[in-house]
């Protein structure tokens, strides 16, 4: 045979195997064993195959058939379902996949930074919580996936049932807000849980859309001369001289026996990890669209709450709400949206009470909740391991709101209004199921200014709704502030137990 017939024959099997592969009918991972798909609404299931060729998608007793375009791409949606199971999904063309062990019931799509991406082993009682993780009807689908330049159509993962075996590995946040929605409605429950740590909210919102706010022209003039392509060399190179020291460092740490110094990071592998302006949308949202899910829960902010970067997270997190429920093409009404408000934390060098501000600030958009964690973070570490009162705390909120169940409250209380009496500046709060309370003793946490904009810490007084502020030093109050510390002393409290959210009545710029 000859070299040139050998070539051919290499060509020829190449151009088979392609048509086989394109042959295929193929599912994104989500569509995969132990998946949840959300009941009472269609339910959008889409792929690849061969242009041209009838694809027919089975689920329960329903059935929908679609025809690839030129592209390869189909999709189908299938009529409402109610809750139940277990269903199998059936999608067939020339090849046909078979999906087992399908529920219907309630999905949740869980994003964030490092305080969603914990999990229940790190969290608090692992011991226990793992003992009692008996749930096969809670399931969770782990993103794994990287950042992309552009939108990704599918994300690799997989779907894990609920066990002491596998809860290990679950988000804990967003597996203890499950666990309590569960148990409460009695249905199945999924988790899209697709987060990374270390990561900025701009990496998590579609460029353009960014892009186009004007607000946010300052920011991007800053964000990202960092990543400049012209500086990755420069990195490069003194990353690997970084590395050459820290190698021989720590080879004469081990000589000595002594404990080896901290390994360089990689500034370019940070960079891809953290997708920058919009990379993990395109790699770890954007696959996901447009999934059938009831909400989405968020926790992040930690990595904004530089003083360069705090100010503009009131323009972004109502950006990444909004911008997602257009691009899953769902009413506010429909698609209910919540995150996590920053715990306390010393922080140095950072301005966290301007993000959680933000995070107050947007609940102005429809359909919105937060979990206020001011009194269950940990002053020394960034990663607070009680996430059973984060999950609890959202699910109340989900309860109360989207199930419309009865719980003592939906949120800690809010303020809703102020007013100047005199001396004194009266502050009128939403959410103060069974009355506002100070808890541990004399009421704490609150400041109060006059027009020198000069704060003095106040004696706050408890009446029904309303807290009553003062302070000598201050006979003509201009302002006042709660909690607006990084890790503030604080004690105000709903009837429910649920703590008040920091915030101040000013808008006075704030010095980092």
């Not at 390869?72 to 139940?84: D, I, R």
């Not at 919105?368 to 009194?375: F, L, Q």
């Not at 309370?437 to 704490?444: F, H, I, N, Q, S």
């Amino acid at each position: 045979m000859t070299a040139k017939t050998v070539g051919r024959l290499i060509g020829l099997c190449a151009v088979l195997s392609t048509s086989a592969v394109l042959a295929d009918v193929k599912l994104p991972s989500v569509f995969s064993e132990h998946m949840v798909l959300q009941r009472d609404v269609p339910l959008p299931v889409w792929g690849t195959a061969s242009p041209g060729e009838e694809v027919t998608v089975t689920l329960g007793d329903q059935t929908q058939k679609a025809t690839p375009g030129a592209d390869g791409k189909w999709s189908v949606k299938l009529p409402a379902m109610t809750a139940g199971g277990p269903h199998t999904l059936a999608v067939k063309g020339k090849n046909t996949v078979t999906i087992p062990d399908v529920l219907i019931g309630e999905v949740w799509f869980a994003s964030g930074q490092s305080n969603m991406a914990l999990t229940v082993n790190r969290a608090d009682n692992f011991a226990k919580e793992q003992a009692a993780a008996k749930f096969p009807q809670l399931r969770m689908f782990t993103a794994t996936g990287p950042a992309a330049k552009e939108p990704q159509a599918d994300c690799p993962g997989s779907w894990a049932v609920c066990s002491p075996e596998t809860v290990g590995r679950f988000s804990a946040a967003a597996y203890f807000f499950a666990r309590e929605v569960h148990q409460t409605l009695n249905l199945p429950v999924g988790v899209i849980h697709s987060s990374v740590g270390g990561t900025p909210i701009e990496s998590w919102i579609p460029a353009q859309a960014q892009h186009e706010m004007p607000e946010l022209k300052g920011f991007f003039e800053s964000a990202e001369k960092p990543v400049a392509k012209g500086n990755d060399e420069a990195l490069k190179k003194r990353y690997e001289k970084q590395l050459e020291s820290w190698k021989k460092e720590a080879a004469d740490a081990k000589a000595a026996g002594q404990k080896a110094p901290k390994a360089p990071r990689n500034p370019l592998a940070t960079a891809a990890r953290k997708g920058n302006i919009g990379g993990l949308f395109n790699g770890k949202i954007a696959p996901f669209i447009p999934y059938a899910i009831r909400g989405a829960l968020w926790y992040q902010g930690e990595a904004n709450t530089v003083p360069a970067k705090a100010p503009y997270y009131q323009y972004q997190l109502p950006l990444l709400v909004s911008d997602w429920r257009k691009l899953w093409n769902q009413d506010p009404r429909d698609f209910p949206f919540a995150w996590v408000q920053l715990p306390n934390f010393k922080g140095a060098g950072r301005d966290i009470p301007l993000v959680r501000e933000a995070m107050l600030k947007t609940l102005r958009l429809p359909n919105t909740g937060m979990a206020i964690t001011i009194d269950i973070g940990n002053p020394d570490n960034i990663h607070p391991t009680d996430k059973q009162d984060v999950g609890h705390r959202l699910a109340l909120w989900a309860l109360g709101t989207v199930y419309h169940q009865q719980v003592p409250s939906t949120s800690g209380p809010l303020p809703a209004s102020h007013a100047v009496e005199g001396d004194r500046l009266t502050v009128t709060f939403s959410h103060a199921d069974n009355g506002l309370t100070a808890k541990g003793g004399e009421l704490k946490g609150f400041a109060i200014a006059g027009e020198d904009k000069h704060f003095y810490p106040a004696t706050a007084k408890i009446d029904g709704d309303k807290v009553l502020v003062s302070s000598p030093d201050v006979k003509h109050p201009a302002a006042a502030r709660y909690a607006w510390d990084n890790n503030p002393s604080c004690n105000l409290y709903n009837g429910a137990g649920l703590p008040a959210s920091p915030f101040r009545t000013d808008d006075w710029p704030v010095e980092p």
